[in-house]
């Protein structure tokens, strides 16, 4: 099953299929955001998890 964020205007923002090891598509620099955002912190540590 895929996983998907859609903003307002239809924009796929996120994309993530768990039946893969580790397929996620962000709209965002969660490496430039990891600091201040709790979402990217959990990409970050889900793809650690996944190596």
């Not at 923002?13 to 709209?27: G, H």
């Not at 955002?37 to 959990?42: A, G, L, V, Y």
């Amino acid at each position: 099953m895929t996983a998907m964020a859609v903003s307002e205007d239809g924009l796929t923002e996120a994309v993530c299929l768990p039946d893969k090891r580790f397929v996620w598509v962000v709209q965002w620099h969660p490496e430039f955001s990891f600091r201040v955002n709790e979402d990217s912190r959990k990409i970050f540590k889900a793809f650690v998890g996944a190596c």
